[in-house]
């Protein structure tokens, strides 16, 4: 079945410093979502894209979507305290509502 | 208004109990998702449910019942759970369950402990 990796699994960055992860998929996705979850909290969602070679911005965060459709990136600038958590992408192929998530990036930002 | 709200916040239940988490929205949606996540992990589909019929069973056990009463409100049904079964039990939905651009917005989740 569908396989979505991410990587890395944990990331300990100082304040200021710059994080990235990164996820790749076994096949084709129709498009990928990101989740931020906060430590004790819920996944909120941040952004989906959709087109190959995608790129969007929130603030710090840059999201971008592979040409060839199948990886995925989140870089954030600058990480602040309030960047910690975990993030997940989930990719859908295009066949039904489900989503496969990755195994998640968390995020630690020694202050 | 972008909220999924879930009942209760924390669940603690002996292994011969019976109780049931609920999951509200009201933002129009007609697909809701029942999902696991145990500690460090990814959510964990369980059930989809799509204009109020069972759309997905991701072989989960039967001690676990899903209920769709109406399109706003998605319950689960809890008998005989196992210690293993302790997880954080998020609901979620999403507009239809179908469009490839579907976005599903999650709930805070229900913290469930198994003695």
């Known amino acids: 079945g569908q396989q979505v990796m991410q990587i890395p699994q944990y990331q300990h960055v100082q304040e200021g410093e710059d994080f990235t992860t990164y996820c790749n998929s076994s096949t084709t996705l129709s498009n990928i979502q990101w989740y931020k979850q906060r430590p004790g909290g819920h996944p909120v969602f941040l952004i989906q894209l959709v087109k190959s070679g995608e790129v969007k911005k929130q603030k710090r965060l840059t999201f971008q979507f592979g040409e060839a459709k199948k990886n995925s990136s989140l870089h954030i600038t600058a990480t602040q305290t309030t960047d910690v958590g975990t993030y997940f992408c989930a990719g859908r192929n295009g066949y039904g509502n489900k989503l496969v998530f990755g195994a998640g990036t968390i995020l630690r930002v020694k202050s | 208004d972008t909220e999924v709200t879930q009942t209760p916040k924390h669940l603690v239940m002996g292994m011969t109990n019976k109780k049931s988490l609920k999951c509200e929205q009201h933002?129009?949606?007609?697909?809701m998702y029942w999902y696991k996540q145990k500690a460090k992990k990814p959510p964990e589909l369980m059930f989809v449910?799509?204009?109020?019929?069972?759309?997905i069973n991701e072989s989960v056990p039967s001690r676990f019942s899903p209920e769709c009463p109406n399109s706003s409100l998605l319950n689960l049904h809890l008998h005989a759970l196992q210690p293993e079964d302790s997880a954080l039990y998020l609901c979620?939905?999403?507009?239809?369950?179908?469009?490839?651009?579907?976005?599903?917005?999650f709930g805070p989740g229900t913290r469930l402990t198994v003695l």
């Open positions: 933002m129009g949606h007609r697909a």
């Open positions: 449910y799509s204009y109020e019929k069972l759309s």
């Open positions: 979620a939905s999403s507009g239809d369950g179908f469009t490839s651009t579907d976005t599903q917005y």
